[in-house]
């Protein structure tokens, strides 16, 4: 019956939607046609309408309104994040979980129900990433060891060796494999710079980090911008092949990218 409801609901919208979506169609042409032609500013190809002007200044508006708007929230929330984050994490925090507590048999079973990310590229894009049986691996933040599992199950010869803010969570994997004598895991952060320092110019084949820069944050746009860059340089320095960054801005939903990757 709910599947009858929805297919009927979803007919009267679409129905009900379709003239909407004709006139704006015809808009946007309308708009970014005469847009166009005021941008070449082509006598010969013609004018734009009388009629664009006040469009034009009406979106120009808008899109001002919009980025100031952003600039506002991001400079407000970027404070509260950088609080927010470290009380996330800690306890009483939604992102908290006690791991101490737990028995070796209940280690083994978190690992061996975790998935990660790293999973999916792996199975969709071998020929990209062009991991090999035998390299080298280092996870920069890899909390339980989601993503070492994953690569474990595919690179049983290859060394990986993985560092987290958290013993916590790093008992979980050091625990799961223990008797594996390739796979190494240890306290470290991203935003310890001595630490990550430590490590000599292409000391592992490939870095892989997920779920971490999403929570780099400053007090500001410029700080969080440096932070994430710093990380990414030391990251790039380490790595002798690649570098893998799987994470999403939790902000602004910007899909321009806030770090350069420099070459070697």
């Known amino acids: 019956m709910k599947k009858i409801i929805k297919k009927v609901a979803e007919f009267l919208i ?13 808009y946007l042409r309308w708009f970014r046609h005469n847009r166009m ?10 004018s734009p309408s009388v009629i664009y002007l006040p469009f034009a200044y009406l979106y120009n508006l808008l899109l001002f309104a919009r980025r100031s708007w952003a600039t506002n929230f991001t400079k407000y929330a970027l404070k509260k994040y950088s609080a927010f984050l470290k009380r996330h994490y800690t306890k009483g925090g939604l992102g908290y979980f006690n791991y101490e507590q737990l028995s070796p ?21 071998p020929t990209l990433l062009e991991y090999k049986n035998g390299d080298t691996f280092l996870d920069a ?14 690179y049983p010869n290859s060394s990986i060796k993985g560092f987290d803010v958290s013993e916590e969570a790093l008992k979980i994997v050091q625990t799961a494999l223990k008797d594996n004598n390739k796979i190494s895991a240890e306290v470290g952060s991203v935003v ?14 490939h870095l892989i980090v997920s779920h971490v820069f999403a929570f780099l944050i400053g007090p500001s746009v410029e700080e969080t911008r440096k932070i994430r860059q ?7 320095r380490v790595a002798a092949k690649t570098l893998l960054i799987m994470d999403g801005d939790i902000l602004s939903g910007n899909d321009t990218p806030e770090v350069t990757l420099r070459n070697h």
Not at 14 to 26: E, G, N, R, T, V
Not at 141 to 154: E, M, T, Y
């Open 14 to 26: 679409s129905i009900a939607l379709k003239p909407c979506a004709i006139m704006w169609f015809w």
């Open 37 to 46: 032609l005021s941008a070449l500013n082509n006598k010969e190809i013609g």
């Open 105 to 125: 048999e209940d280690c083994i079973k978190v690992y061996q129900g975790l998935t990660g990310r790293i999973s999916y590229y792996l199975d969709h894009n």
């Open 141 to 154: 933040g890899c909390g339980k060891g989601q993503n070492i599992k994953a690569l474990v199950s595919r």
């Open 192 to 205: 310890d710079f001595k630490y990550l320092a430590s490590y000599p110019a292409g000391a592992f084949d």
């Open 230 to 236: 710093m990380v990414i340089d030391h990251l790039v």
